[in-house]
């Protein structure tokens, strides 16, 4: 099957999966402010989010996106310059490629969050998705995907607690064949450990709490693993 019916296809399936489980989702929503600082073409980026938002909704999330093209129109500046959400806002930049070597110089890192200060709620990450464009055309497949699924990577990482990477998966530190094809395919997925600790931490914050004193979260990024 060619890339693009095949993302038709995933996209159609996210359609339907997502009416199957929106029970699921009902009552645990974040906002996600997705600041494109990259020029990227407004139909690829729907379709990422379609990707991530797709990826959120299985972990039992629902998620209202709001994108910022950067820079601004001065008719979208007050809802975009806007960064007093709360804790259940979480701010996604996409950053052109001489952003983003200021703060990833390798450019094998796809991602990266901004931890913050012991305990507290963090709602801030980066995507490259130059670098995610490269590694999609290494692989012959459309971008869509893996912008997609590192979105849902970097958010993962806001809302789990610690070092939430794992050998394997969506929260794999490195992206090798399997992870690429996974996201290309609409299964690249949380694991069910994973989606209860979601759900756990934004039903914290949504209860209101500012800090999640027990727990500190840090910094964490992607990037691609050529040999798995």
Sequence with gaps: MRPRPLLKTCLLFT?????????????????????????????ELAEAEAFAARILHEAGLRTQLSNCRFPLAATALRGCAATAGGV?????????EPMA???????????????????TFPVDA???????GVLAE?????????????????????????????VTG????????????DALMGVLTFSRRQSEQIRADVRQRMSGSNQRTHIAYDERGIEPNRDR
């Design 170 to 181: 969506i929260m794999s530190a490195q992206w090798g064949p399997k992870e690429r094809k």
């Design 126 to 132: 980066y995507v490259f998705p130059e670098r995610v």
């Design 15 to 43: 359609f339907a999966w997502s009416l199957a489980n929106s029970q699921t989702a009902a009552n645990l929503e974040m906002t996600i402010h997705v600041h494109d600082y990259a020029g990227i073409d407004p139909g």
């Design 138 to 166: 290494q692989d012959r497949g459309p971008v869509s995907p893996l912008l997609g699924a590192a979105i849902a990577h970097e958010v993962g990482h806001l809302l789990l607690a610690g070092n939430a990477h794992t």
């Design 101 to 119: 070597g200021k703060l990833a110089a390798s450019t094998t890192i796809l991602g990266m969050s901004v931890p913050t200060s012991h305990g």
């Design 88 to 96: 259940t806002h979480l701010y996604i930049r996409l950053l052109p």
